[in-house]
C-alpha cells in the first residue's frame, strides 16, 4: 500500500474485554514497529519484528499483551482483559529492513479507550 | 539509565532565532539516527536522518551526530511558528528507541 494502515482509528471498549488492533504496512517492508504513547508522552516501545520474528518483545507491558505477524506483512496487537491505563494511542511503523539505515514510516495510529 | 534521553523542554525560541534540540543514547552499537516532528494528535514524521559522525544539513535543519559521545543534535535555523511541535530522537540499535520528545514552540 501506499502508506502504514491501521486498524480501527478508533476503539472504545469496556474493562475487562479484549481488543486486537491491526497494522498494514507498506508494501516491502520486512521491519515493523508497536509503540504507545499516552495523553503528552512520548513513544513508548512495545515489540518490533523482521519478517514474522519478534527478535525484540521486552517492551510489552505484562502478558496481557501480545503481537503477531503473518506472511511477513499484517501484524496485530492483541491486549487482553483491558484495564483503564491501557487507554493510549497505539502507533505502528515499519521500515524496509531493520538492521539498514532505512527511515521508518508510521501509520495514523489507534486510539484506544477502555471505559 | 533511559536508552535515549533528549534536553527536557519544553523549549521556547522566537521566529528567526536558532533552536538546538540534543539527545543521549546509551546503545554503543546504534547505528542510524533520526529526527521526527509530531504536531498535536498527528503521528510522527520523519525530518532528518544521520549515520556517520559530523554534520547533515538539509534546508533550515542541521543534524550532527557524535557517536563517541553518544550524542545527537538537531539545530533548525531561522525558526518559524509552523516549526512548533515535538521533535523526538530516536536511535536505531537493536530495534528502534525513542526519547521523550521535547516541545517546541517558536513565538512570531
Known amino acids: 500500500g501506499a502508506g502504514v494502515s491501521q486498524s480501527p482509528s478508533n476503539k472504545v471498549t469496556e474493562k475487562g474485554k479484549d481488543v486486537e488492533l491491526r497494522c498494514d504496512p507498506i508494501s516491502g517492508h520486512t521491519a515493523l514497529y508497536w509503540y504507545r504513547q499516552s495523553l503528552g508522552q512520548g513513544l513508548e516501545f512495545l515489540i518490533y519484528f523482521q519478517g514474522n520474528s519478534a527478535p525484540d518483545k521486552s517492551g510489552l507491558p505484562s502478558d496481557r499483551f501480545s503481537a503477531e505477524r503473518t506472511g511477513g506483512s499484517v501484524s496485530t496487537l492483541t491486549i487482553q482483559r483491558t484495564q483503564q491505563e491501557d487507554s493510549a494511542v497505539y502507533l505502528c511503523?515499519?521500515?524496509?529492513?531493520?538492521?539498514?539505515?532505512?527511515?521508518?514510516?508510521f501509520g495514523q495510529g489507534t486510539r484506544l479507550t477502555v471505559v | 539509565q533511559k536508552e535515549v534521553e533528549q534536553n527536557s523542554g519544553p523549549l521556547s525560541v522566537p521566529e528567526g532565532a536558532i533552536a538546538s534540540l540534543n539527545c543521549t543514547y546509551s546503545d554503543r552499537g546504534s547505528q542510524s539516527f533520526f529526527w521526527y516532528r509530531q504536531y498535536s494528535g498527528k503521528s510522527p514524521e520523519l525530518i532528518m536522518s544521520i549515520y556517520s559522525n559530523g554534520d547533515k544539513e538539509d534546508g533550515r535543519f542541521t543534524a550532527q551526530l557524535n557517536k563517541a559521545s553518544q550524542y545527537v543534535s538537531l539545530l533548525i535555523r531561522d525558526s518559524q511558528p509552523s516549526d512548533s511541535a515535538t521533535y523526538l530522537c530516536?536511535?536505531?540499535?537493536?530495534?528502534?528507541?525513542f526519547g521523550a520528545g521535547t516541545r517546541l514552540t517558536v513565538k512570531p
Open positions: 511503523a515499519s521500515s524496509l529492513t531493520q538492521i539498514s539505515n532505512t527511515e521508518a514510516f
Open positions: 530516536a536511535v536505531r540499535g537493536f530495534g528502534m528507541r
